[in-house]
DNA sequence: GTCTATATCATGATAGAC
DNA sequence: GTCTATCATGATATAGAC
């Protein structure tokens, strides 16, 4: 049952309820966002949510679906394709990194998936404090984050694996945090507002790699015990 | 008025309120956690939380300004004191980044000033879609972040003022995700159950600081249009 | 200062008419 | 499939006794 990606003016109730509520938990996040809300912005009935979703969990892991399905089959085609042209060869870490978050990057870009409302909202959901949530984005992620560890750790043969499984978790948190907006410290203050998005999403995306990629590459800390 | 620290044992009711919401909001939180909840686990009645602290909000906001204030006076302190030896020289940007990001790193390991729990209840705090919360951070944060970005330009002249706030922005995303715990993707799964505390605080630093640094200091992304 | 009791409201979910 | 009406619950906050 593929998903429709789409939300190109009248679609059916299921697919405006999904585009109300991806906007409103990112905006809100998923506990102060209710029902309500969603399918009043929707424009559908109150009883609808729970008929097409079962409850508010089934609404918020539909959210999450319809784009981290595509999300993540994407990111492993990219890798699929650049390990077979590579004939066992390691792949280069930056073209892994580049498949990994510049991918999610690009989504930004595109209304189709859902553009930087669905951006914004991932990055919150990775510290959504929701247990269900958790278990739901841990099963989504399994197979991929794995494949991509894997690819990095014959990427970078001098660097242990531990060291690996940090820095990738160092480089998301960095990830997140550049396509949340979220900027309650006012860092960013100097928005170039002439710009547009497109602009924009490709210079942070520069900007981005460029700092993944030193911090991936960085020479190993110097450890007292082991 | 002097915030107190500690909470060693028997504490007025304010205190252990606090205790009690620091612990929940990191757990659940902000909008997930209740003011039952609070006092309940604090046990004291449910009108005290209205009593001492004026409302939920404000309930957040304390929790928040105990540690917050002792830790950005503490960064203050460090850098007031390195730039005054240093006569105007420049400072090295590893012992900015350690005075900014070690010094939250190290109130993990001390119980005193909130341990882990304050620190990952920062670590989601800084995406919590509130809009209060949001505020309250940014005139927490307003004199430190400045200071720190003022002595990160003068430690880095070849790199620009714009790429410089988008790389605190990007270190500030790699340190929440590292001490929030928040691992919904379960990257971190091995875990070594016989290092104590300490141990891990200390190894956990090291790695961040070598990524912060690689990253800070990466080569700058080549601009296509400015 | 501290507590009990309660006011007021919004929530998620469902039953059952059409 | 879609809607109205409503239930049961739990939320924040406060009034007023002690």
């Known amino acids: ?114 553009g930087q409302t669905f951006q914004r909202l991932l990055g919150r959901t990775h510290t959504e404090p929701a247990a269900f949530i958790s278990t739901f984005l841990a099963s989504e992620y399994a197979d991929v984050v794995n494949r991509y560890k894997s690819a990095l750790c014959r990427a970078l043969p001098d660097v242990p694996r531990e060291e690996i499984v940090w820095r990738f978790h160092f480089m998301l948190g960095a990830t997140a945090y550049a396509i949340t907006g979220t900027d309650s410290l006012q860092l960013i203050t100097d928005w170039k507002m002439e710009e547009d998005v497109q602009v924009q999403a490709q210079k942070l995306l520069a900007r981005l790699m460029s700092f993944l990629l030193g911090g991936l590459r960085a020479p190993l800390p110097q450890s007292r015990s082991a």
Chains 1, 2 share one sequence.
């Open 1 to 114: 049952m593929g998903q429709p990606l789409s939300s190109s003016g009248n679609d059916g109730p299921d697919i405006r309820i999904l585009d109300a509520a991806e906007r409103l938990f990112m905006e809100h996040g998923y506990e102060a966002t209710s029902t309500r809300m969603v399918t009043r912005d929707a424009a559908v009935n109150l009883a609808a949510v729970n008929y097409y979703f079962g409850s508010k969990e089934g609404l918020m892991q539909a959210v999450l679906r319809r784009r981290l399905d595509w999300l993540n089959r994407e990111r492993l085609h990219l890798l699929d394709a650049a390990e077979t042209e590579a004939r066992g060869a390691p792949l280069k870490p930056s073209l892994i990194v580049d498949y990994f978050f510049g991918t999610l990057l690009r989504m930004g870009a595109r209304p189709e998936t859902g």
